[in-house]
Every structure is written in C-alpha cells, then in structure tokens.
C-alpha cells in the first residue's frame, strides 16, 4: 500500500520569503509519479509539479521546485520569492503503478503574511 | 485549450435521494478519475475510467458508481444518498492511465440535508 505523510499542517512564511513544504512517501512499486498540487479555498485542484521515479534531474516549474530524494523518500516542494496568492492548501500526491489512482497526504496549509 | 468542467458546481440532496456528477476531461485525455474530499478522510480516490473501462475502484460502498462515455466524459452516481456523503467531489484527467500529469477540475460540493 501507498502512503503520503505531510507533517505540517499549517505554515507561515513572509511574502518574497522562500519555503518549503515537506513530504515523504512509501511505497513498493519500483516506479512511481509524485504530484503536488495547490488548492485554493475555491476548492479547485491547481496541479504544480510532477517528478517521475526515474528522472534523472528535480522538476521545476516556475517559481516551484521540488526536491526529490529517492534514497529518503521525500519529494519536498520549494517554492521560492512567495506571493499572497500562494496562500492555500497544498497537497503532495502519488499515482499508483495499477493507474491513475492518486494517493493523498493530509495537506499543508501555506500562510503568506504581508 | 479547455480545462477539466464538472458540473454542477454545487448541489443540494435530501437524505435518501440519489443524484448524478458530470466530468468533461480536457480533448484528448483518456482517462478520467473521480476523488471524495471531506475535512475528515482527507483525498479520497473512488475510482477511474480508462477508455470506457472501470480500471481501480477504491473502499466504497456499492452506492457509488460510474461510466466513462465513447468521448471520454464521465459520469458518477451516488444513490440512496447518506449525510455523510456530503463533501466536494473532484475529477481528474490524463492522458494516460499512469504516470503522467493529472489535471483537477473545479469540484461539485454535495451537500446532502
């Protein structure tokens, strides 16, 4: 069985300030996609970044990068020059080697203070 | 390019009744995946269509259904409705059935009185 564990609940970090959201995963499969995604209050996913088991190099996107590391299975999200927008819950997930089955971590709820 | 709709956005049932969750995947995407979301289980995956095929079910009762049509939108149903399916429901859809990007529509929240 999968499992996501992200250990913050709530995080406060000052504007143009960078932070990092952490989350490590377990799993058997030998191959295996991470996601993170943002969820506003408005409730809509809003997907951010994807790291493949294999890629060779971390993912970034913009201002989010994420920080694979396979041996300690942890795929922290690092999100740089933070914004008031960036203000919502964040979700690290899993898909499943069977298909596209996301498995879920509790969620980090980001606080960007003026 | 179009995003993943869900429709309707909110919903309101009485206890008992059953009622019906519509996905429209963005062009081109073949699988579709539906998730539960309440304050108190989390994210929870109910299940995911792949070219019309049910591919993984997730823990839920035998209330919960779904179909994926031949253009690849889904649909959900819940009968018999319960208080505690109240929650946002959430779609997801990718191109593929693994590994690759999954994107979220906006939600329906259920609300059942």
């Known amino acids: 069985a999968q499992k996501i564990t992200q250990t913050q609940p709530g995080m406060f970090v000052q504007e143009k300030e960078a932070v990092t959201l952490d989350c490590t995963y377990d799993?058997?499969?030998?191959?295996?996609?991470l996601f993170w995604y943002k969820q506003p209050s408005s409730g809509e996913m809003i997907f951010l970044i994807y790291q493949g088991s294999y890629d060779q190099q971390n993912a970034t996107e913009g201002r989010y990068s994420l920080n694979f590391q396979k041996a300690r299975k942890s795929a922290n999200l690092v999100i740089s020059a933070s914004q008031l927008g960036d203000s919502a819950m964040y979700f690290c997930a899993m898909d499943s080697h069977a298909g596209n089955m996301l498995t879920f971590g509790g969620g980090t709820r980001l606080m960007v203070k003026p | 390019k179009a995003g993943v709709t869900q429709t309707p956005r909110y919903l309101i049932k009485t206890r008992g009744q059953q009622v019906t969750l519509s996905c429209s995947p963005i062009s081109g995407h073949r699988s579709v995946s539906w998730y539960q979301q309440t304050p108190g289980q989390g994210l929870q995956f109910l299940f995911e269509?792949?070219?019309?095929?049910?591919?993984n079910k997730g823990n839920f009762p035998g209330r919960f259904s779904g179909r994926q049509f031949s253009n690849s939108r889904s649909e959900m149903n819940v009968s018999t409705l319960e208080l505690g399916d109240s929650a946002l429901y959430l779609c997801?859809?990718?191109?593929?059935?693994?590994?690759?990007?999954?994107?979220f529509g906006q939600g329906t929240r259920l609300t059942v009185v």
């Open positions: 799993t058997s499969d030998p191959s295996y996609g």
């Open positions: 997801a859809s990718s191109v593929e059935s693994w590994n690759t990007e999954a994107f």
């Open positions: 269509y792949f070219s019309e095929t049910q591919r």
